[in-house]
Nanobody
Framework: QVQLVESGGGLVQAGGSLRLSCAAS????????MGWYRQAPGKEREFVAT????????YYADSLKGRFTISRDNAKNTVYLQMNSLKPEDTAVYYCVAGYTNVDSGEYDYDYWGQGTQVTVSS
C-alpha cells in the first residue's frame, strides 16, 4: 500500500511563495506518475500539475503555468510543488496523487491520494 504525506502548507501573503512536499512510502514510487490537485472551499477539486515517473515531462493547468513548478526526487521518494506569486484565489487544500497512469497521453487516473495540506493566501 502506498501512502502519501503532504507538508509545507501554511499562511502566506499574496505575492509570496510556498513549496509543498509529498513524501511517498513504498518501493514503487519511481514507477508512478505523480501530481497535485487542489480544492477550494465551495468549489470542485481541480487539477494543478503532474509529472511522469522519470520526471521527464510535466503538465500544468493552463491557469497556473509560469507560477507553479512540479518536480520530483526519486531517490527521496518525494514530489514537490513550488508555488510562486501566490494569489488569494490559490487558497485551497492541496492534495498529492500517485498512480500508474500515462500522463503523456492525457490520462490522469491516479490510484493514491494524500490527506491534503492547507494553503491560505492572504490579500
Amino acid at each position: 500500500q502506498v501512502q502519501l504525506v503532504e507538508s509545507g502548507g501554511g499562511l502566506v501573503q499574496a505575492g509570496g511563495s510556498l513549496r509543498l512536499s509529498c513524501a511517498a512510502s513504498g518501493p514503487t514510487f519511481s514507477s508512478f506518475a505523480m501530481g497535485w490537485y487542489r480544492q477550494a472551499p465551495g468549489k470542485e477539486r481541480e487539477f494543478v500539475a503532474t509529472i511522469t515517473w522519470s520526471g521527464g515531462s510535466t503538465y500544468y493547468a493552463d491557469s497556473l503555468k509560469g507560477r507553479f513548478t512540479i518536480s520530483r526526487d526519486n531517490a527521496k521518494n518525494t514530489v514537490y510543488l513550488q508555488m510562486n506569486s501566490l494569489k488569494p484565489e490559490d487558497t485551497a487544500v492541496y492534495y498529492c496523487v500517485a498512480g500508474y497512469t500515462n500522463v503523456d497521453s492525457g490520462e490522469y487516473d491516479y490510484d493514491y491520494w494524500g490527506q491534503g495540506t492547507q494553503v491560505t493566501v492572504s490579500s
